[in-house]
């Protein structure tokens, strides 16, 4: 046998039932590699091929790692609810929620009714992690095996309070104080049918998050000043969200926690937090990135699309819509400000149709972006809204956007006063 394939066929003859030939294994092996199939891809193909089954390696939640496959976890199951939707007309049912272990708490979907519920230890094997909302998700698929467990999972009693600035996607055992700004109830589709939940914005002195409470607490009411023990934090498009449920404890505060916004706020300093809500930024637009300018959505999910076709909902009739994604730095940092069309519309002056008239003259699509560029380089802008960082960077999603009233004089003096003579 070649000395460099003996590990990978001794692995791959440990997963099977049956003997097969090490000269078969070997020359398919070669075969797949020649064709540049990854040799983790190549092991799995040929176990499937000759019908046995990969032994899953576990994994502690906090450990997951996108694009891993057949793993095995121990978790309980914190919440659950049932999704429809259609790929390429065709109906299909998927089951989403929260799992958690002593470890991290992770969003799952599973594509198949396992009869889960809140509440549930499971034990789950050739699971695998995909990329949703630039986070690992575990998925439970066709060959996934979900066991349910009598035994219980023991959390760690460490309740410390934290301020809400310091909560990161993922933290169980979530003990903190806040003041609830608004609250709303919502609809949603759980495993067993309709139910209501509550979703607003929480903050303490100096941070704004989004929260999301699984049960009905009169507790929970706008103005309310809130002490929870036992939450849970979820990154939702990359944003912390606290997440409370039956599990965790609720109480009133009778002292106020006010929150004041903080004005002249460093991009140097936000881009160190792994997302922040509802702040804003400040600085000079360095450059407009590929892919402004027009562009076209499926109307299912809002993706962007390419030549009409979703990577969800296969082939839509598109939806023709604007944006900037633009780098926008103040001397301590930069980041991708990301801008919609009314956004656009607002600082540059270009409305949609203006836009594609723009593009018919022009006869190519870029001439857009080149009028973006020509209206809105160099000069400074102010924005509100969110930050996440992903795969693609750090990027804040504006909800307004505006060029501050003497701002370019106002800047000049600032740099004008730290030159020493």
Sequence with gaps: MDIEFAPHVEEIKKALDNEIEE??????????LE???PLSEAKRSLIKKYGGSEKSTFRKLKDIQIGEHNIEILGQVVEITKKTFKVKNIEKILFSGVICDQTSSRSFTAWSDFDLNPGDVISVTQAYVRNWQERPELNFGPRSKVTKLT????MPEDFELKKLEELRDGDINVHTQFTILNIEPIDIISKDGSKKILGGIIADEDTKLPITAWVLSPELAAGNAIEV???YVRSFRGVP??????????????????YREKTGLKIGDIIIKDGAYDIVVEGNILSI???SGL?????????VVQKGICRVHGKVDEKIDMRIKAIIDDGTGALTLVLDSSLTRKICGITIEEAQEITKKAMSPKAVEDEIKRKIMGRRFAARGNMSKGEFGITFVAVDAWEPAGSIREHAQRLLGRIVV
């Design 23 to 32: 000269n078969h294994i070997i020359a398919d092996l070669k075969k797949l």
């Design 229 to 231: 023990k036992n939450a």
């Design 35 to 37: 064709y540049r199939v």
């Design 295 to 303: 562009i076209a959505r499926c109307p299912e999910c809002s993706r």
């Design 241 to 258: 969200t606290l997440n409370i449920n039956e599990s965790s404890v609720i109480s009133k505060l009778e002292k106020k926690l006010e």
């Design 151 to 154: 035994k219980k999972i023991q």
């Design 289 to 291: 990135r590929p892919g």
